[in-house]
């Protein structure tokens, strides 16, 4: 099946500070997202982005579908950005329905 | 509108027992998705039901099956439970079909002894 890697795995920033998130993925897929899983669990929906540039306010994502790779831009983090960010692809999985593979995540902690 | 709602939220089994979760789709979703997520690891995809039938499937035994009713809701269902059932179980809905975005639920933390 399609690999979806992250990096880095974990990663801390002080307030303020900007990061770049990577997801490789090692097949074409038909779309892409990114979460953010905060620590109660709940996954919040960034963007659905299978190419080309998206922002809302200081998240921005890019997606290179040719090139099999998308990153997550965060600026002047704060510490309510602190959790897991995932990257999720979705590939057509038979019988009319299409399937979310997630990367291993990447932990952010924003210290203050 | 309401967003996707799942219950309950904990569940302590023992092994061998079975378990039902359930969960309530985004208002007007017609397609729900199941995944399991072990500590420290992603969400893995488990099965999508898409006008009360099962269209997609994960590679998850048979023990673990699925129902969705006519109004969308769906449960869960994991038969013979084991230790390695021990997750949080996330619950999806979507708007359109095949391929839209997924709004995912709280989860149900389910711990099997």
């Known amino acids: 099946g399609i690999q979806v890697e992250q990096s880095p795995p974990d990663l801390i920033l002080q307030e303020g500070a900007n990061s770049t998130l990577r997801c490789n993925f090692s097949?074409?897929?038909?779309?892409l997202q990114w979460f953010h899983q905060n620590p109660w669990g709940q996954l919040i929906n960034l963007f659905y982005i299978p190419s080309g540039t998206k922002q809302n306010g200081r998240l921005s994502a890019t997606t290179v579908a040719t090139e099999r790779y998308s990153l997550l831009y965060i600026s002047s983090s704060q510490t309510t950005d602190s959790g897991v960010y995932f990257c999720?692809?979705?590939?057509?999985?038979?019988?009319?329905?299409?399937?979310?593979?997630f990367g291993k995540g990447t932990k952010l902690s924003v210290i203050p | 509108e309401t967003g996707v709602t799942q219950s309950p939220t904990h569940l302590i089994k023992t092994r061998g027992q079975q378990v039902t979760l359930r969960c309530s789709s985004q208002?007007?979703?017609?397609?729900v998705s199941w995944y399991q997520q072990a500590l420290g690891q992603g969400p893995q995809f488990i099965f999508q039901y898409y006008r009360e039938e099962e269209n997609g499937r994960g590679n998850f035994p048979p023990r673990f099956s699925g129902l969705q009713f006519p109004n969308y809701s769906s449960e869960l269902n994991v038969n013979a439970l084991e230790l390695d059932d021990s997750a949080l179980y996330l619950c999806?809905?979507?708007?359109?079909?095949?391929?839209?975005?997924?709004?995912f639920g709280p989860g149900t933390r389910l711990t099997v002894l």
């Open positions: 097949d074409s897929v038909n779309n």
């Open positions: 999720a692809v979705e590939q057509y999985s038979g019988a009319g329905s299409y399937q979310l593979t």
């Open positions: 999806a809905s979507s708007l359109a079909h095949p391929s839209d975005t997924q709004y």
């Open positions: 208002s007007g979703h017609n397609t």
